[in-house]
């Protein structure tokens, strides 16, 4: 292991080359490169994922620190390691303060694998656009946590404005224990669905990401119940006529599928770590045109699909104060409130960039009143769009 | 595709992220107190579960001598997943899995018993749901084969249209002891269940290096133009291990290196390297390309030199002394056996005419491994001077089964210097390793794609046939001869080193 202080990249560069070759004759199947970007106070929360995940598919993991970006002076330090205490491969921890945290692709890039994809992977809030990070701006795909926002449901919608196909949220990755499920209890179903009830937590991405995955592929009314203490998903029930089809946690670990007819059955659902869904994500470098469908079906907006893969940055300066961009809590805690905001950021700024959330913005609305069931947004009084069905107890 | 996924509105193929789950079915173990159940069966059953991978509405239904419990066969698998299980062993999880857990006692002659059987599927049809879909899998001796398809057939339990599903059955190795013996195999277990509905285990079969063989090969366009006579000089597969005979000393003798190694393993590792591109990546399309190529192996005329076998004697193997085979527990003295088996097979195909197959397998070799070398040829000029490439070799490419999976690629490199100087470089992808954690188990992808009914992973009688064309007049030649004696812990006999250099080769040290 190396440790840098106060250096340049050029200098990690070399670190990592003098590493590989310590190493000896080693040649690692180097499939990809895992950029994760962390908040300080949690890396090593982001350092035990990411090498969960780095050990189940070879990568070169570069952890991106940003952090003081008031401090007047630029700052690098990092930590090269290969085989070391982040996995099996090469790890490069990079801290970056001062101005250079916003030039943070000026030490990442030389730092890619040649010609392998890239994941980037933000273990806390990302940017309210994507485009804003250059880090995320070079990526093959992109992964972000919309429960780790204040506004998770907010957060989501913000996904959907300004997905790109190559995006996908941890949030959805959580659901595959779920839909596995469901979908395996369903190869044996021959009756019509008519109608499914998801129960979950308060403003619970997931829940809203399953709904709009049923409703997406079943074309029937999906109703999510925030009911409870627990924030995931709990149930999910599937109405066919008379008959009925359920699956319900029981506990941290398994599932009880009920139907209609038929004997209960207990099977594993397992709660997964960030890492292990994190490995999940780095099982497939395409994009999932599911979770686009879903996430489009559940906000509304059309044909995420067809978006445009590659993004164009915009450069954003946060210290720049005459520029205000809400990315975390929108102003009246509504996910409109933030669209209109993240609009006004882009007229202020941008010129070459196409004011898609307004476009978009405009669509859901649309959008929301001729669907019969629109998503939930789980938060029930709302004045902005009070066609929306009401949500819980509301 | 089983016709339910496609009609399974929440089944997307672009929807990757939901793994395949067979139908609610059992899995029937014949001689489930067995080591097999033990070792590979039971944990990989349990991997399975664990991995969220088996359905709603699967059982596993012991079937044995013993006189147990459901109860006391619970805790002998619970037992075995704990030590062989290869996820984590969670008391939580099992005691799910345990619910699924059934025993019957009987012997394979005791009509009672298998009336019982009938009945308790029958049962499981109401509390579980299974569907009529039931997998046997026979982990008993291949002498109790025809007694236990007896059984199936007249209980009907082998038949599909009777139970309202599928039905499967699960042989091991050997498929019969010749060409003769494994037609009358086949004939009867075709016969009992349909030939679709027979699966014959080769674990090797289910490793991801050997599955990785398709990708490497049909998947990439760098390999296949140079895939043939034109620029592959011979190949060479082995399979060594260092172990002895084991307890299997009744069985070993009887059989010996060829029928246990060569008949089954090393003829389709052969296959799979041989063979044509098929169509499409099914099952009836890759089975069809491996039987082509078998078909078109060819014994060398001159066998005493191109066949060789051996039996070993003491030695020392990774610093210790190991007796010798005629030394060990149950073999006769006199045993002619042989433990190490090599020879030459030639492919009678445009793209293979006149390059050698050089296969080879034994018993107490220095290590444990498994690997497909392809040798090219030559460069057919070299612009440097003699001593320049004095240490060139053939360029190579292996694909390592195991251990180490992975594919190493070696060519010719100039030695850093002043002067040309030209040596042999090895270039290294590693499969495995560091990240095996996460390659699964043979047992656990041959039991899913059974459960699945996948066979593409699984060789059809035919092919069983073929290999047996293929080692009978071996076993026939070698019937009158004495195998030519090595030493434990040493690459096996002179004359298997005295075969390649008739060739003017030699054998890769792997």
């Known amino acids: 292991m190396t440790t840098l202080w106060d250096t340049t990249g050029s200098e990690v560069v070399k670190a990592l080359s003098a590493e590989r070759r310590a190493a000896g004759a080693l040649a690692f199947g180097l499939a990809l490169t895992l950029v994760a970007v962390v908040d300080e106070k949690h890396v090593s929360e982001a350092e035990g994922a990411a090498t969960l995940a780095a050990s189940a598919h070879p990568c070169r993991l570069l952890i991106v620190v940003r952090r003081q970006i008031e401090s007047p002076h630029p700052r690098l330090d990092a930590e090269v390691s290969i085989g070391g205490r982040l996995g099996p491969g090469e790890a490069v921890v990079m801290r970056m303060s001062g101005r250079l945290a916003l030039h943070a692709e000026s030490v990442v890039l030389p730092l890619l694998a040649p010609d392998a994809p890239v994941v980037t992977w933000w273990h806390d809030e990302p940017p309210a656009r994507i485009a804003y990070d250059p880090l995320g701006v070079f990526a093959d795909r992109r992964v972000t946590d919309v429960t780790t926002a204040a506004e998770p449901l907010s957060a989501l919608f913000q996904r959907a404005a300004d997905f790109a196909p190559g995006d996908t949220d941890l949030s959805w990755t959580r659901l595959t224990p779920w839909r596995t499920l469901l979908a395996a209890a369903f ?13 979950s937590g308060q403003a619970n991405p997931s829940a809203q990401l399953f709904a709009g995955w049923l409703k997406n592929k079943l074309g029937i009314p999906v109703t999510v119940e925030e009911v409870g203490t627990r924030p995931d998903v709990t149930k999910v029930t599937v109405s066919f006529g008379g008959a009925e089809l359920a699956i319900a946690r029981t506990d941290s670990r398994t599932a009880t599928i009920s139907r209609s007819g038929y004997p209960d059955r207990v099977l594993p659902l397992p709660g997964r770590g960030v890492g292990e869904l994190l490995a999940e994500e780095l099982r497939r470098l395409d994009d999932d045109e599911v979770f686009g469908e879903a996430l489009g ?10 978006r445009s893969p590659h993004r164009e940055h915009i450069w954003r300066d946060p210290m720049d104060k005459s520029v205000t961009v809400t990315s975390t809590a929108p102003p009246s805690g509504e996910a409109h409130a933030a669209q209109d905001g993240t609009t006004k950021a882009e007229t202020v700024k941008a010129e070459t960039v196409k004011a898609e959330a307004t476009k978009t913005g405009a669509a859901r609305t649309g959008a929301a009143s001729s669907a019969g069931s629109t998503p939930t947004v789980g938060r029930s009084g709302s ?3 009070p066609e929306r069905p009401k949500a819980g107890g509301a | 595709m089983a016709p339910t996924v496609r009609s399974n509105p929440l089944r997307d193929p672009r929807d990757r992220r939901l793994p395949r789950l067979p139908d609610a079915s059992a899995l029937v173990v014949f001689g489930a107190t067995g080591d097999l159940a033990r070792k590979k069966l039971i944990p990989a059953v349990y991997d399975l579960f664990n991995r969220g991978l088996l359905p709603p509405g699967f059982v596993l239904l012991g079937f044995a001598r013993r006189d147990w419990s459901d109860g006391d066969f619970a805790e002998f698998a619970r037992e075995s997943a704990e030590k062989g299980a290869r996820t984590p062993f969670r008391e939580e999880v ?20 298998f009336d019982r059987l009938a009945s308790t599927l029958e049962d499981l049809e109401r509390s579980h749901g299974i569907g009529g879909n039931a997998a046997f899998y026979l982990s008993v001796p291949p002498s109790a084969f025809p007694v236990v398809l007896k059984q199936m057939q007249r209980t009907s339990l082998s038949s599909a249209a009777d139970s309202g599903g599928w039905r499967r059955v699960v042989i091991e190795k050997p498929f019969g002891h010749d060409l003769t013996s494994a037609r009358d195999l086949n004939a009867l277990v075709d016969d009992v269940f349909t030939p679709s509905g027979v699966y014959r285990i080769d674990h090797y079969l289910g490793k991801e290096t050997v599955q990785n063989l398709f990708a490497l090969r049909f998947a990439n366009n760098l390999y296949e133009p140079i895939w043939n006579s034109q620029f592959v000089d011979s190949v060479q597969i082995t399979m ?25 393993h090393l003829l389709q590792l052969l296959a799979l390297t041989a063979m044509e591109e098929p169509v ?20 060398p005329a001159d066998l005493a030199r191109f066949a060789v076998r051996g039996q070993y004697e003491q030695g020392w193997l990774a610093g210790e002394r190991v007796p010798g085979y005629l030394d060990e527990k149950d073999i006769p003295p006199d045993s002619r056996t042989e433990t190490f088996a090599a020879v030459r097979l030639g492919i009678e195909t445009r793209r293979w005419a006149g390059v050698p197959f050089y296969l080879r397998t034994g018993k107490r070799l220095p290590r444990r491994v498994t690997e497909i070398a392809i040798v090219f040829k030559k460069a057919p000029h070299l612009p440097f001077d003699q001593t320049d490439t004095a240490e060139l070799g053939n360029n190579q490419l292996v694909i390592r089964v195991q251990p180490d999976e992975g594919v190493t690629l070696k060519f010719g490199s100039k030695v850093p210097g002043s002067a040309m100087e030209v040596r042999d470089v090895a270039m290294d992808f590693l499969f495995g390793e ?6 699964p188990e043979a047992y656990e992808r041959l039991i899913l794609d059974v459960l699945l009914g996948d066979a593409t992973l699984f060789p059809n009688n035919a092919e069983v046939e073929e290999s047996w064309r293929i080692i009978d007049p071996l076993e026939e030649y070698w019937a009158s001869t004495t195998p030519h004696r090595y030493r434990a812990g040493s690459w096996g006999p002179a004359a298997a080193d005295e075969m390649l250099a008739a060739d003017g080769r030699r054998w890769r040290r792997p």
């Open chain 1, 383 to 385: 004045t902005a769009r």
């Open chain 1, 297 to 306: 079906t559940w906000s509304g907006l059309a044909n995420l699909g067809a």
């Open chain 2, 94 to 113: 099992w005691d799910r899995l345990a619910g699924s857990v059934r025993f019957l006692q009987g012997s394979f002659d005791d009509d009672a018993a």
């Open chain 2, 434 to 439: 560091a990240f095996t954690e996460a390659l």
């Open chain 1, 187 to 199: 190869d044996t179903v021959t009756d019509t669905p008519e109608s499914a009830v998801i129960t």
């Open chain 2, 240 to 264: 060594a291990e260092d172990v002895g005979i084991g307890t299997r000393a009744g069985f070993y003798d009887e059989t010996g290196a060829a029928r246990d190694v060569l008949q089954n």
């Open chain 2, 280 to 299: 499409s990546f099914g099952p009836e399309t890759i089975r069809t390309e491996k039987l082509k190529v078998l078909r078109a192996v060819s014994l």
